[in-house]
C-alpha cells in the first residue's frame, strides 16, 4: 500500500504561482507513472499532467507552457509548478501513481485563484 499526501494549495490571484507537492510512503515514482489530476465544482476529474519513470511528460492543453510537473526520488516527491495561474485554474488537484494493477490517489489539494 502507498499513501499519496499533497501540500502546497491554497489561494491566489491570477496571474501568480504556487507549487504543489505530493509526498509518497515509499519510493514509487522511479517505477511508477505518476500524474497531478483535478476536479473543478460540477465537472468530471480531467487529467493536468504525468511523468513516466524514464522522465517523459505530458500536458493538458490547457496548462501546456505554465505548468511543470516533476519528481525528486530521493524525497519520494512528485511536484506540479503552477505559474500565471488563471480562475479557470480553480480545482481540487490530485496526486495519481499507478504501476499495472496498483493505482494510488492522494486526498487532494485545494487551488483557488481569483480574478
Known amino acids: 500500500q502507498v499513501q499519496l499526501v499533497e501540500s502546497g494549495g491554497g489561494l491566489v490571484q491570477a496571474g501568480g504561482s504556487l507549487r504543489l507537492s505530493c509526498a509518497a510512503s515509499?519510493?514509487?515514482?522511479?517505477?511508477?507513472?505518476a500524474g497531478w489530476y483535478r476536479q473543478a465544482p460540477g465537472k468530471q476529474r480531467e487529467l493536468v499532467a504525468t511523468?513516466?519513470?524514464?522522465?517523459?511528460?505530458n500536458y493538458a492543453d490547457s496548462v501546456k507552457g505554465r505548468f511543470t510537473i516533476s519528481r525528486d526520488n530521493a524525497r519520494n516527491t512528485l511536484y506540479l509548478q503552477m505559474n500565471s495561474l488563471k480562475p479557470e485554474d480553480t480545482a481540487v488537484y490530485y496526486c495519481?501513481?499507478?504501476?499495472?494493477?496498483?493505482?494510488?490517489w492522494g486526498q487532494g489539494t485545494q487551488v483557488t485563484v481569483s480574478s
Open positions: 515509499r519510493s514509487i515514482f522511479s517505477t511508477y507513472v
Open positions: 495519481n501513481a499507478y504501476h499495472w494493477d496498483l493505482n494510488y
Open positions: 511523468i513516466t519513470p524514464s522522465g517523459s511528460t
